[in-house]
């Protein structure tokens, strides 16, 4: 025998995923803390960027960028929780990972706002 005698198999089409939806209440939830860390996002920014005394330095715009990529991350997470693919079980998954980043950057520059804020590296001061 060769081997080109030998019967050739072909690779077996891999069943569809079964869809496995959340439980009641999960997108609820997940939407509520979205929106509830969205507000705050918002209310602090804009403290930040138009009650806050001082002047704007080079570590208020840093704190101010970061914190704009938080609510930019928050705004994807709560889009990617109000389709109705999110329903699935992975791609709530990938959604809530979405939230728990954007609410690490928000804590990342909510600390550099707070540290620019109490001018710590400030020499002025």
């Known amino acids: 025998m060769?081997?080109?005698?030998e019967p050739k198999s072909e690779p077996m089409p891999s069943p569809e995923r079964q869809r496995t939806p959340l439980p009641p209440g999960y997108r609820e939830g997940i939407i509520t803390a979205i929106t509830v860390l969205l507000g705050f996002s918002l209310?602090?920014?804009?403290?930040w960027g138009f009650e806050a005394e001082g002047h704007w330095s080079s570590g208020s715009v840093f704190a101010?960028?970061?914190?704009?990529?938080?609510?930019?991350?928050?705004?994807?997470a709560l889009f990617r929780s109000l389709r109705i693919a999110d329903d699935d079980e992975i791609e709530y998954r990938k959604t809530v990972g979405w939230?728990?980043?954007s609410a690490v950057v928000l804590f990342i520059a909510v600390?550099?706002?707070?540290?620019v804020f109490?001018?710590?590296f400030d020499p002025e001061r």
Do not use: K, N, P
Not at 64 to 76: G, H, N
Not at 111 to 115: D, H, T
């Open 2 to 5: 060769t081997g080109d005698d």
């Open 43 to 47: 209310a602090f920014f804009r403290f």
């Open 64 to 76: 101010a960028s970061i914190l704009i990529v938080a609510v930019v991350m928050q705004i994807i």
């Open 99 to 101: 939230f728990v980043a």
């Open 111 to 115: 600390l550099i706002a707070v540290v």
């Open 118 to 120: 109490s001018g710590v």
